[in-house]
Each structure stands twice: as structure tokens, then as C-alpha cells.
């Protein structure tokens, strides 16, 4: 094993050091024949070691050893190292192959493998995304839909033989994947995302994408109630997906699936305990009132309404900030549920007689029904 392992190492240390063009296809010739001795007495060597872990070690050590040659001849001279590059990796494929149970599952892929299979996968993802032209998906999302097989090709991240897997199973989901009967609330772009998901695809602009959409889902709907029921039924959908993966794309960061239910957990819990129109106005935590009375007119009623009581002594408050907030935390009217106590102070000042009137007609009830206590 070792004998022939050494020949290919100085074979490639040869090539690295600068051969004449004359010789190309002697050392061409000569990678190929000790390829193919290595893999014979490579096999043979570890299939005969007794020892379980000094198997794996000897086995792994090799493949590292032939990954780095490879980088070095790809390195050299990336366009014509393909060549010299194709022998190795040949080999490394079939001993990979050959005891796919003892290999390291931190083994890092050649970048000469890297840069064929990228522009492989890259036009397989052409092929689908051509598929869906007609549909118009939003650009933004299909930048995201890219951007495994991008980074494939162009990041310095440490890529492996897990990643290419991955890949191969993401292409072929998106490949089987028919873009019709979808909600058209939701868009063609929520399948996409669902297989997505099933991968495992833990991009932080996926992420992002994900929880944004979900966010302004939720927000197209009236009323707090609605807004819930969309994050609970979304995080239970997302927790029942069946996962195509069983790792996350980036084994440094939390699993997608893991982090939308904790981000939907968050929206849940704040929209169930404050008040979101406050917070989003005044970026203060107000809790959220459940027992809010609801006043039958406009907003610009309510305000007037109740600064005309407080003008009357009907209510003791330390100043009209405070009053107007309190107003907002325990009012809402027919067409708004929440309101604001910066809102509330820009209508105390109501003129138009069309909107006093109703309040001028209440006052005179009211009047009426306390004389009667008096007659």
C-alpha cells in the first residue's frame, strides 16, 4: 500500500515542481496506472486490518492525503490541473464507494470535484428555473432558490461530501416539485419554500425571507384573533414537515425548522401579551388588554367624548399624556382595535358638527334619564 501510495505522491510533487509539455502524457499515464494500483492495494490493506478504529483512521488519513494532492494540482493551474486532477479523483470516488461506512463525515470534497459539479448543478437549477419561467416568482426569492448551488461554486466555506448529497437531493426535489393548485394568498413561492424547509436550508436570507413572509401574512389579515391563528396553524404545518434532510446545509447554525418555530414562538407571545400598535408607534411594551370597552363611534368621538368628562371633573389624571394612554389601553371601536395614545391626543380637539352631533344627542339621553331622579 504504502509503496504505491508514495510513487503517486512524488508523481504529484513532480508535476507541482514543473514538467515539460513533452512529458504531459507520461505523467498523465503514469497517475492513472498508480490510481488504479492504490485502489487495489488501498482496499485490500484496510479490509485486512483487524482493528475497527485503526481501519478507519488508516482509511480516512488516505483520503485526506488524497483530497490535498488533488487541491495542490487544481491550485497549480485550475484549467489544465483538471486533467491531472481527474485520476484522483477517480480514485478518491472509488474508495469512497468502497467502505462508505467508515468515512469521515468531516472530509472535505476537492475543489477540482467542486468546480465540475458546480457547473453541473448549476445547469440542472437552469433547466428548473427555465421550467417556471411562466409563473413569475418573486426575483428576490428565486436569488435565495440560487444560492446553495452559488455558494457551491464560489464560497471558501469547507464543502462536504454531505453537501454534495444535499445537493443532488435539493435538485431533484425542486425538479419534482409542479407549481400549481397553491393558495394564491400564499403565492407559488410558499411550495418552493416548503421543500426548502424539508432541506434543512439554513441560509440567515432564508431565514429572514421565511419569517418576513410569514410576518406579512399574518399582517394581511384583520384582526389580532386572525393574525394568531395563522402563526399557530403555520408553526404547526412547519413542525409537521416531513425532512428531507437529516442535518441542517450549515452544521454551524441553528436547523431552519428550529429556527422559524422559535421565531414564530416569539411573534405568538408578544402579539398574545402586548399591545403591537403601541409597541410599533411608541416602541414602548404595553400589555395587551382583553377587556377593552368598545366605543360605538369614530375615534374622534371616543377622544372628545372623554376629554369632555375629564373637562368636567369627571376624571382626575396627572396630565393629558397619561389620560390619552389610558384612553388608548382600554378603548377600541368598531373599526379599530387598537389605538394609540398619540393618536388619541390629535383627535381631542373635535369641531365638525356632522361628529358632535351624535355625542350631543347621547348627552341629552343621558340628561333626560337623570331627571327623572329629580321630578
Given at each position: ?297 369614530k375615534a374622534e368621538q371616543l377622544a372628545f367624548w372623554e376629554k369632555l368628562q375629564l373637562d368636567h371633573g369627571i376624571y382626575e389624571e396627572p396630565s393629558l399624556d397619561v389620560f390619552c394612554n389610558k384612553i388608548a389601553c382600554n ?45
Amino acid at each position: 500500500m504504502k509503496y504505491h501510495f508514495n510513487l503517486l505522491e512524488r508523481t504529484v510533487a513532480t508535476i507541482l515542481y514543473g514538467i515539460t509539455e513533452s512529458d504531459h502524457t507520461k505523467f498523465l499515464t503514469t497517475l492513472e496506472k498508480l490510481s488504479y494500483a492504490c485502489h487495489k492495494s488501498l482496499i485490500s490493506d484496510i479490509l485486512q486490518e483487524a482493528n475497527e478504529k485503526q481501519k478507519t483512521s488508516s482509511f480516512n488519513l488516505h483520503m485526506r492525503q488524497l483530497v490535498m494532492m488533488a487541491d495542490q494540482l487544481y491550485q497549480h493551474d485550475p484549467i489544465q490541473a483538471q486533467e491531472y486532477c481527474a485520476p484522483l479523483l477517480r480514485l478518491i470516488s472509488k474508495l469512497k464507494h468502497s467502505l462508505p461506512e467508515i468515512l469521515a463525515p468531516d472530509l472535505s470534497l476537492p475543489k477540482a470535484f467542486r468546480a465540475i459539479q458546480f457547473n453541473l448543478f448549476k445547469s440542472k437549477l437552469g433547466e428548473i428555473l427555465l421550467s417556471w419561467e411562466a409563473i413569475n416568482l418573486d426575483p428576490s426569492f428565486l436569488d435565495i432558490v440560487k444560492l446553495p448551488i452559488e455558494e457551491f461554486g464560489h464560497s471558501r466555506r469547507n464543502f462536504k461530501w454531505f453537501h454534495f448529497s444535499w445537493l443532488k437531493k435539493y435538485l431533484a426535489a425542486l425538479e419534482e416539485l409542479k407549481l400549481v393548485n397553491f393558495d394564491p394568498k400564499a403565492g407559488p413561492e410558499y411550495l418552493v419554500m416548503k421543500v426548502m424547509i424539508k432541506m434543512d436550508f439554513n441560509h440567515v436570507r432564508f431565514v429572514n425571507y421565511c419569517s418576513d413572509f410569514l410576518k406579512m401574512r399574518a399582517e394581511a389579515l384583520v384582526g389580532m384573533e386572525e393574525h394568531l391563528y395563522m402563526l399557530n396553524r403555520a408553526k404547526k404545518e412547519i413542525g409537521q414537515l416531513h425532512m428531507l434532510s437529516n442535518l441542517p446545509y450549515y452544521d454551524d447554525l441553528r436547523g431552519l425548522r428550529e429556527e422559524l418555530i422559535h421565531w414564530l414562538n416569539e411573534e405568538i407571545t408578544f402579539k398574545e401579551r402586548f399591545d403591537v400598535e403601541q409597541f410599533e408607534i411608541e416602541g414602548k411594551k404595553v400589555p395587551l388588554n382583553r377587556n377593552k370597552l368598545v366605543f360605538k363611534w369614530k375615534a374622534e368621538q371616543l377622544a372628545f367624548w372623554e376629554k369632555l368628562q375629564l373637562d368636567h371633573g369627571i376624571y382626575e389624571e396627572p396630565s393629558l399624556d397619561v389620560f390619552c394612554n389610558k384612553i388608548a389601553c382600554n378603548f377600541s371601536t368598531k373599526h379599530r382595535e387598537n389605538l394609540s395614545g398619540g393618536s388619541i391626543k390629535s383627535k381631542l380637539y373635535l369641531k365638525e358638527p356632522e361628529l358632535l352631533e351624535p355625542l350631543r344627542n347621547a348627552a341629552k339621553r343621558m340628561y333626560e334619564d337623570l331627571n327623572v331622579f329629580f321630578d
